[in-house]
């Protein structure tokens, strides 16, 4: 089956990788591009990521869900995954947050000091 593909993906990944080239990975406009393309990237597409990131490992198990069954990651959980402070992975998510206002995409997805129900996993 051929799953469509928004045009504006193609457009953002190639600006991604030319700000790639330019700036490299560390850059706050490579982020910001790199956020974009993830933004339009098509739903099948994200669900093969999502399958190869839990394989390789490259995030930590699922620390809550909410009420509707969203899953949540803690930050301290995603510290520890990844073997840096707390400070630091705030750190890191605070910059993700800005980059994504400085291009207009939403940040409601992430809850900081949320009154929402969550369940932890246990």
Same mark, same amino acid.
């Given at each position: ?11 953002? &990944? ?5 700000? =790639? ?12 591009? &790199? =956020? =974009? ?44 995954? &990844? ?13 993700? =947050? ?25």
């Amino acid at each position: 089956m051929i799953e469509h593909v928004n045009p504006e993906f193609f457009k953002a &990944f190639d600006h991604y990788k030319a700000m =790639l080239a330019q700036y490299g990975n560390d850059h706050p406009i490579t982020e910001q591009a &790199f =956020l =974009l393309t993830l933004h339009y990237t098509p739903d099948h597409i994200k669900a093969e990521m999502n399958a190869k990131a839990k394989e390789m490992n490259l995030l930590p198990p699922v620390s809550a869900y909410t009420d509707d069954g969203q899953p949540m990651y803690d930050l301290r959980d995603i510290a520890r995954h &990844f073997g840096i402070s707390f400070e630091e992975a705030e750190q890191k998510l605070l910059s993700m =947050l800005h980059n994504r206002q400085q291009v207009g995409l939403s940040n409601d997805g992430v809850l900081i000091n949320s009154d929402i129900n969550i369940n932890r996993v246990q």
